[in-house]
């Protein structure tokens, strides 16, 4: 998001007060412990099921922290506490269109989707198509929205370094951006998705700990008054005042970034129900009814953080002041970080650049087991070996060397990516998402007449707009926070292609269905029949 | 279109059956219950979310307009926000547990008992 953007813009000095020794050794205490974890629950892990979907042994409410923990990258605790400590209400925007997002996917997505599928997204929208075509195209939109996503993580990951650890040198940060992917790495490959959600499940516990905790702290500084804390943060000097408290201090310059900021919230709103990785997590659990509980709880985690972020934002605005954060490496980013020096001194903010860490860290293992599954459960065995193979353990050793070609290729982008301005890949992520992803799983679900033709036409229809328009946007060239400012080939006005690319992919998908005779009946009334109620769904494997 | 792939997990009725159960009454009422709950609390929230965002980009001095002290329009609706999608979560659970699961459990159990 917007977070990362400023993220990127690093200055050559160190915070006052960092520690990074003792940064590093809180940051070391939880590698370790996640490792021990990690190397724990793999000895269990043989099956394709145990690799992919931890066995679809854990809990509601464990799966409902770990999606948590999934969702909440740096950059919404960082950037949005940072968008707010600068930018006021509009910073709050972002979280309510994060948080709203998840109604999609309680109401219509999660259970049905945990009846229908396996192990991937490719699995439900090719339940009842034409197996190889939709397979092959719903793991390019996965790989696609999962290569985005974590290229924007690694590179905010590389400015992170300087920000919380002090580390100014271009090799100490290529160095620690290759530990990190490395770590990544060892989660997948040895823990599997079991792995990957204890790390996920543990650091949103350290997450919201650490929130609450500063939260409570601001909020005791401040007599439990908000108002009284808002009054704070408009009258301190070199702030945007007054204009803090409404919205419009971002988005409100002109007509343009008005429709831009609407754009962006259809996004936000209709991408998380799309993300794969997001998605994969459904099939952790053994029923539809856990599915349900895990997006309950991963509401209540998300909406109580986003409230964190709100008193956090003003807290930093207040005790530390917008010069002191707008002049600090990572700029918005460091205002989460100064704030808890300024609160708890160098202990504090140290825990809190561990976590920090914890959560790059966490998110890109998601990220990496989504789209290596994808690609060995739908191209590997499912188009390439046609669903059959001899060797039972063959899909999931693809499995693991694409988690390390991915988990490389991540750290290669990380470190060229470091110095670019990358943050439209995040808002390129929930476009495709929303516009290849999020019509298809919808149509398959609830719409009789869908066919092959329809899904294949609105997966490679709303991933062709969409890129098309994020390239020739103001993103990428011809302004001055483009990833290429020096050129100017851009003609569509918004850098968020949400509004057009949406309503054009369901469209496209509508067209793509009554051009095809195919029907399946059969298929259909299976489908919908095992959607619903669960007849025939996965079941969890015992140890 | 005869490639379709056959992905069983042992213990299903044959393919014709899916379509008798589609047909029964049971499943019927079943489909019916969840698409009238899901479908127009999805336009409401989509509705909803939406007037917010519209008035936050086009209405700032409508939201700017302070109730109390330092809270404002813009605040308040905000929060709303967080309450609305608190209570249609709340809702919908107690909806499924009442009104669906019991449904969905029985034609389950008929599926997976006549397959045995």
């Not at chain 2, 999608?85 to 699961?101: K, P």
Request: with cysteine; charged share 10%; net charge positive.
């Amino acid at each position: 998001m917007n977070g990362t953007s400023i993220l990127l813009a690093q200055e050559s000095q160190v915070i006052e007060g960092i520690n990074p020794l003792l940064n590093f050794g809180i940051f070391g205490a939880f590698v370790l412990v996640t490792l021990i974890i990690v190397f724990r629950a793999s000895r269990n892990t043989k099956t394709a099921s145990d690799y992919y979907a931890a066995g679809r042994a854990f809990s509601g409410p464990q799966n409902g922290i770990a999606i948590a923990g999934d969702y909440l990258s740096a950059a919404s605790f960082l950037g949005i506490c940072g968008a707010i400590a600068l930018n006021g209400y509009d910073g709050f925007l972002y979280s309510i269109g994060f948080l709203v997002a998840w109604l999609v996917s309680l109401l219509l997505v999660a259970e049905l989707l945990r009846n229908t599928g396996k192990f991937t997204m490719g699995d439900v929208l090719a339940f009842r198509m034409r197996q190889r075509p939709v397979r092959a195209a719903a793991a390019i939109s996965t790989l696609a929205v999962s290569f985005f996503y974590l290229l924007a993580q690694m590179a905010g990951g590389g400015a992170l370094v300087n920000l919380l650890l002090g580390i100014q040198s271009g090799a100490g940060q290529n160095a620690v951006i290759a530990a990190v992917g490395v770590v990544m790495i060892i989660y997948v490959l040895f823990g599997g998705m079991k792995g990957t959600t204890w790390v996920q499940i543990i650091k949103a516990v350290l997450l919201i700990a650490g929130a609450l905790a500063m939260t409570v702290w601001v909020l005791v500084l401040h007599g439990f008054n908000f108002s009284g804390l808002l009054a704070e943060a408009v009258a301190v000097e070199g702030g945007k005042g007054e204009a803090l408290l409404a919205p419009g201090a971002q988005y409100g310059l002109s007509a343009l970034t008005k429709l831009d900021f609407l754009s962006l919230a259809i996004a936000l709103v209709l991408g998380t129900a799309g993300l794969p990785h997001v998605l994969m997590r459904f099939y952790t659990v053994p029923t539809a009814k856990e599915a349900r509980r895990s997006v309950v709880w991963a509401i209540a985690l998300i909406g109580i953080f986003y409230l964190f972020t709100l008193v956090l934002g003003y807290g930093a605005a207040a005790l530390v002041g917008p010069e002191q954060i707008s002049s600090a490496p990572g700029g918005a980013n460091s205002a989460a970080p100064l704030l808890a020096l300024a609160l708890g001194g160098p202990l504090l903010l140290g825990f809190i650049a561990a976590v920090a860490f914890a959560t790059i860290l966490a998110v890109v293992a998601g990220l990496t087991i989504t789209a290596s599954a994808s690609f060995a459960h739908d191209v590997y065995f499912n188009v390439i070996k046609k669903g059959k193979t001899d060797d039972k353990g063959s899909e999931v050793r693809v499995a693991r060397i694409t988690a390390l070609v991915i988990g490389a290729t991540a750290i290669l982008g990380g470190i060229l990516a470091k110095e670019q301005n990358v943050a439209f890949l995040v808002a390129l992520a929930f476009a495709v998402a929303a516009s290849a992803n999020l019509p298809t799983i919808l149509y398959s679900l609830f719409w009789k007449r869908f066919n092959t033709s329809g899904a294949l036409w609105s997966i490679y229809g709303g991933l062709a707009v969409t890129i098309t328009l994020i390239v020739f946007s103001p993103a990428v060239s011809g302004s001055e926070t483009a990833m290429i400012p020096s050129v100017d080939f851009h003609w569509f006005p918004l850098a968020n292609p949400g509004l057009v690319s949406i309503p054009l992919s369901f469209f496209l998908g509508w067209l793509g269905t009554v051009l095809s005779q195919e029907r399946n009946a059969k298929k259909q009334a299976e489908m919908e029949v095992r959607s619903l109620t669960g007849a025939g769904a996965e079941k969890a494997t015992a140890h | 279109m005869t490639d379709v792939e056959h992905h069983r997990t042992g213990g299903h009725p044959p393919d014709d059956e899916w379509e008798k159960v589609q047909a029964s009454p049971d499943f019927v009422n079943l489909r019916r219950r969840l698409r009238v709950f899901v479908f127009p609390m999805t336009v409401f929230f989509i509705a909803w979310y939406l007037l917010y965002v519209l008035l936050a980009a086009y209405a700032s001095d409508f939201m700017a307009i302070k109730l109390a002290s330092n809270i404002n329009i813009g605040l308040v609706f905000g929060l709303l926000q967080f309450v609305s999608t608190f209570v249609i979560t709340g809702l919908y659970v107690n909806y499924a547990n009442q009104r669906l699961d019991p449904v969905a459990e029985k034609i389950r159990a008929e599926i997976e008992g006549a397959a045995k």
